[in-house]
């Protein structure tokens, strides 16, 4: 009795719990901050010693010369572009492949998984020359689909999945699907892709933002005269007379910061609440 009363309180934060989670909101605020104070001064002032630590007057300018120097605009459709696509298809493609890997019997299901996840320990470095050999012969050099294609799915996509859909989808509810006559699309439709959907929120965030900060592949494949994504871009801001504008380089940082920053603002309440949801068991 006393151990259901226990579980019924709501326990409250005290100070402690307050300044500590203020002290850590601070620290992880501060980089973001000081981007933006050093997207106000002049590349001189930036690294002078001490750094500024307070805003200030060519922000505006800085914006300007940015936005032009490299074309941002069509950096951050190209960026989207293919940060949606790839998250999309790792998503779909990751559900499907966890699903079959957590409640399908078929031949070889332990090993094909093991293999998956061995494919997470091979450096990507390791598959650039082959992959530049691929795009070339294909014409894709400088083209969004050299980029896209080669992250259609990810290992660690399918074996998340995998991991939430062995706890969170009963065997019983796919079972009772095909007693009913569904098919297999239907059942993906309707049992598994509604049980799945907060695993497949987060995944699609975290896969999201790994593509939009991707840089080493996107350099290699995209050029930043030709068709960039943010990241390519940014490689070629600030340079000229064989020096570099660190207060030009952070300012495009800072707009590349922002889209991201939007989404979360946007989506955060929805992903923990989905999050939340998904985690409560009868």
């Not at 409250?12 to 997207?39: D, E, I, Q, R």
């Not at 050999?133 to 074996?159: E, K, M, N, R």
């Amino acid at each position: 009795m006393k151990l259901k009363q226990a579980a019924g309180r709501q326990h409250h934060a005290g100070p402690v719990t307050y300044v500590l989670l203020g002290l850590a909101a601070l620290v992880s605020l501060f980089p973001l901050y000081w981007n933006l104070v050093a997207a106000s001064h002049t590349g001189e002032r930036v690294v002078e010693a001490p750094a500024p630590l307070l805003p200030g007057p060519r922000l505006f300018e800085n914006l300007t010369f940015a936005w032009n120097q490299v074309d941002m605009g069509e950096a951050l459709i190209n960026t989207t572009i293919v940060a949606g696509l790839v998250a999309a298809s790792t998503v779909v493609f990751s559900t499907l492949a966890g699903f079959a890997f957590a409640k399908l019997p078929f031949r070889g299901r332990n090993v094909l998984l093991a293999l998956v996840v061995a494919t997470m320990t091979i450096p990507p470095q390791l598959s650039v020359i082959p992959l530049y050999q691929i795009i070339t012969d294909l014409g894709w050099v400088d083209q969004l689909q050299s980029v896209v294609l080669p992250s259609l799915v990810a290992a660690f996509g399918v074996f998340f999945m995998r991991q939430y859909l062995l706890e969170a989808l009963p065997i019983e509810l796919v079972e009772a699907a095909r007693m009913d006559g569904a098919h297999s699309l239907r059942i993906i439709w309707h049992v598994v892709f509604p049980v799945a959907r907060p695993a497949m929120a987060v995944l699609g965030m975290l896969i999201f933002v790994q593509a939009w900060n991707d840089f080493f592949w996107p350099f290699i494949a995209l050029t930043p005269d030709g068709n960039p994504t943010l990241q390519v871009a940014l490689a070629g801001l600030g340079s000229g007379n064989h020096t570099i504008n660190q207060a030009i380089v952070l300012t495009g940082a800072l707009i590349s910061t922002v889209p991201l920053l939007v989404v979360f603002a946007l989506l955060g309440k929805h992903i923990v609440g989905g999050i939340t949801s998904g985690a409560v068991k009868s």
